[in-house]
């Protein structure tokens, strides 16, 4: 038996067209358009255009040539329609142009034609012109500037110590504790610097990059999406550096949703970071989320920032039924009240007293109000050390940070 069907070529599809009153205006063009594509282009009429964008043999359509001359002016908005289907199906546009006025190419131009030929063809014209439809534009080369680049590199020996900052409302302080403290740590021995990084999970509003004045990077979406390929390596090429002492992954430069990732993806990303530094920070979004679990397992100390005042009270209540419903480790939250009334001021005493007694929680850390300075120092992207090198609240900070590092240490010596 035999078969001829293997013999048949395949009808090659339709990459181009030209569009136009009538292409026999234009043979310059019909030579031109076989030189580039032998026989894999057709030919319509200005009232066919858009009917035929709705076939099935568009699927295959590159670039139209639409091809007009000064008796065509009069058809502009119906070629303005060509020219803006053509863009939303993404097909590339080349006007093809002979004694046109400019007012109508210009109009032309601006509904989105991607390249402009005069006719006659100059010499090799159209092919260029095709060369640079076809050629992908370069991927913006997400510039990163010298003063915020991270040089670290991958060691993987480290074993870090997690801390994690969770408010238990929002606006209570988490954001300005995790940076302070991170950078109190970078700075906690005279001779010697451990390595810090600051790990932004708040994916949605974290607002790390706005206070340490570095940009939220695009390649942190990429990171997230796909963890499983990611690697040290690649983990340490997204962070950025303030002052190139403390590195920072930032949020995600669009705002996306917290359960984009997964615990699976949180565990791995705080794996890398642990791996690489002495201590990872950890700014928690303070909704409770299907990875808030992973990283309060993870965690060797979770804070808890609160405020004297209702919301943070109900949600710390809140967050202690569910945990212990679930069995989770409560106990391990440290509770930071910020904004605490002056030590002086025995009413604020009592309240800070009655508070920890209603929710059954101790409050060990007191952080007071800095003012509008605070406020202030960060929206210029600094560090409380680098602009209120003398706040009170800065002077607690440290003191938090010096007995976070004695204790981990004493653990180093003791292990
Ligand atoms: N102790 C303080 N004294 C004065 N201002 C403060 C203090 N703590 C925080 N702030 C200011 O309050 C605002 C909220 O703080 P921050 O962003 O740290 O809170 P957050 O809990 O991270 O908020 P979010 O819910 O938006 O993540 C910021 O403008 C910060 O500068
Ligand atoms: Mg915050």
New binding site residues.
Partial sequence: MTSTAVLQPEPQPIVACTISRDVQNFDLLIEDMEGVLGESWGDLSFADALPFFEQADAAHLEFVAIAINDEDETHLTLIGDIITTAKDKGIKIILIAEDTTPAALHSLLRMGADEFIPYPLPENELGAAIERIQTPPPAPVAEVPAEMQSNLKAVNDRNGVVLAVH?M??????????INLAWELVTVEKDKTPRVCILDF?LQ?G?VST?LDLDRREAVYELLSDTESMDSDAFMQTLLAYNEKLHVFTAPSDMLPLDLVEPEDIQRLIGFAASNFDYVIV?M??TVVAWTETVLQSAHVYFA?LELEMRSAQNTQRLKRLLQSEDLPFEKIRFVL??APKFIDLNGKSRIKRLAESLGISIELL??????A??Q???NGLAMAHGLAKSP?RKEIIKLAKSVHELNDDAAVGS
């Fill in positions: 408010g409302a929002g606006g209570t302080g988490a954001t300005t504790l995790a708040d509003c607002n206070y700014d979004p303070s920032t910020n904004r952080m007071p109000d800095g003012g509008k605070v406020v120092n960060a929206d609240l």
